[in-house]
């Protein structure tokens, strides 16, 4: 199949290289200048695990237009994969989008064929029906369903491990206008995956809800875990992995998202719960679930800041490990790591920063007043508290005898995902979050 794909970011690029390296033609435009000059090189301008390498098998089958125009003509199907930022009251904007949509127009009024437009960016439910159908049908003059096919096709993906998501899902999601759209989305997409996945082919409107739905009821997985790790802490004797596992073994809940911890960040999450409550809202209900899965989430710096003020006082040192919302990524959008950060920065600690991605962004968001380090010894030398934040596999093998040499006395370690459970960590006060205390002594 022929495809365009109008947007090359994050989650773009990505896409249309997994399309292009299955064989599709892929015709690939965004707005960006740098970004069409460096793929038409041959130069991968984003960082994502495994993109560069599977570009290698694309480049042939991805060609990167100038135009909507060109992007149109070439291909059976148009996906959209811009920007929708939040506004202030929660909802995601949908401008980047119709100017997209208004942009087609007058490629798909010209254009003899059935062409589908899949759109892919998160939206707010009812954004299809009432805003990109009437659009379209007005600006082309044509009919919605016979004349062009609407879809939406929103992914699952993780920042860090978008390739092998998107090839590897449980279920694609595929809202379409019309049976032939939804059908056309559906081979692409299984000409493509790895796995079988369960098509999960519905109307608009019930994929719009599915979409923010199931990454709401993800983060209340989260949430539950974390809030059960925080009253596990209370607990002599606790351990909130003994616990996850044994619930996570109940197929009725399942094991994923179910690891006490930090909360959940990123670009996706938390603004997914909150854009929940205001759709909930403006059809006359309350996520009251979501509002709760929210408050947990928010708890969890302060909770350990709480935990370094009970044992020291500023300005003592504290050396953050991790500072990306998780592992594999260099993102810090919504990261409690960079939340406590400037939790303790604002009580006049010294915080020392390490990371194997994210200092240059850290920097931009912290400012001078805090302490970049790329050696993790120049960042722990002199630290009255050690905080193990992001899970990078980099601090589950750090050597603790020569830590406790570059540490003050009786440090106290902090550890969000049990990193160093089984080390030896007598010369430290060890603090792993969802453990009762009792256990370690
Ligand atoms: N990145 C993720 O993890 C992820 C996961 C699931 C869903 N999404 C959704 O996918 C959408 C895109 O996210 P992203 O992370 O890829 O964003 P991004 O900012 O990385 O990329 C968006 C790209 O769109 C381009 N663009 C903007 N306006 C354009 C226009 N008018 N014409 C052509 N190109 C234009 C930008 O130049 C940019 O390269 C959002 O709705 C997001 O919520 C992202």
């Known amino acids: 199949m022929n495809i365009s794909v109008i947007g090359l970011g994050k989650l773009g690029l990505c896409t249309a290289a997994c399309f292009a390296s299955a064989g599709h033609q892929v015709y690939g435009y965004d707005l960006n200048d740098f970004f069409r000059r460096e793929l038409k090189a041959r130069r991968n301008p984003i960082d994502e695990t495994g993109l560069s390498e599977l570009l290698e098998s694309a480049w042939n089958n991805l060609n990167i237009v100038d135009t909507y125009d060109a992007a149109v003509h070439a291909s059976d199907a148009t996906l959209i994969i811009v920007p929708t930022p939040s506004l202030p009251d929660g909802r995601f904007t949908n401008d980047y989008l119709i100017k997209v949509l208004e942009g087609l127009a007058p490629a798909l009024s010209a254009k003899g064929t059935f062409h589908i437009v899949d759109v892919v960016s998160t939206v707010m439910p009812g954004s299809c029906d009432t805003i990109f159908r009437p659009l379209l049908e007005q600006a082309t003059g044509k009919k919605c369903g016979s004349d062009f096919g609407l879809v939406y096709?929103?992914?699952?993906?993780?920042?860090?491990?978008?390739?092998?998501?998107?090839?590897?899902?449980?279920?694609?999601?595929?809202?379409?206008?019309?049976?032939?759209?939804?059908?056309?989305?559906?081979?692409?997409?299984?000409?493509?995956?790895?796995?079988?996945?369960?098509?999960?082919?519905?109307?608009?409107?019930?994929?719009?809800?599915?979409?923010?739905?199931?990454?709401?009821?993800?983060?209340?997985?989260?949430?539950?875990?974390?809030?059960?790790?925080?009253?596990?802490?209370?607990?002599?004797?606790?351990?909130?992995d003994v616990i996850t596992a044994a619930i996570g073994a109940d197929t009725r809940v399942g094991n994923k998202c179910l690891k006490g911890g930090l909360g959940f960040g990123g670009p996706c999450f938390p603004r997914d719960n909150i854009a929940f409550q205001a759709f909930a809202e403006e059809f006359g209900s309350e996520a009251l679930l979501g509002k709760a899965v929210v408050a947990v989430n928010n708890s969890i710096p302060r909770r350990i800041f709480d935990k370094i003020v009970a044992h020291c006082t500023a300005p003592a040192k504290i050396a953050l490990l991790g500072l990306s919302y998780k592992a594999d990524t260099h993102i810090i959008e919504e990261s409690h790591s960079i939340m406590l950060a400037q939790l303790l920065q604002n009580t006049g600690f010294t915080v020392a920063l390490h990371d194997p991605k994210s200092l240059e962004p850290a920097k931009k968001q912290l400012g001078d007043a805090v302490e970049y380090d790329d050696s993790i010894d120049k960042c722990l030398k002199g630290a009255a508290v050690v905080a193990l934040l992001t899970d990078w596999p980099e601090y589950r093998n750090l050597d603790w005898e020569h830590i406790a040499a570059l540490t003050k006395p009786g440090a106290l370690v902090v550890d969000s995902w049990r990193a160093a459970a089984e080390k030896n960590l007598s010369a430290f006060t060890y603090m792993p979050l969802g453990v009762g205390i009792s256990t370690k002594e």
Do not use: H, W
């Not at 998501?165 to 379409?176: Q, R, S, T």
């Not at 739905?213 to 925080?230: D, E, F, Q, R």
């Open 153 to 240: 096709n929103p992914e699952f993906i993780a920042l860090g491990s978008v390739i092998r998501n998107f090839l590897n899902p449980d279920m694609v999601l595929i809202g379409a206008s019309d049976e032939q759209s939804g059908a056309l989305i559906r081979d692409l997409y299984a000409s493509t995956c790895k796995t079988s996945p369960m098509m999960a082919v519905m109307s608009l409107v019930n994929a719009e809800i599915t979409k923010i739905s199931l990454n709401c009821y993800v983060t209340m997985k989260i949430s539950y875990a974390n809030g059960l790790a925080a009253i596990c802490e209370q607990v002599p004797g606790a351990d909130i």
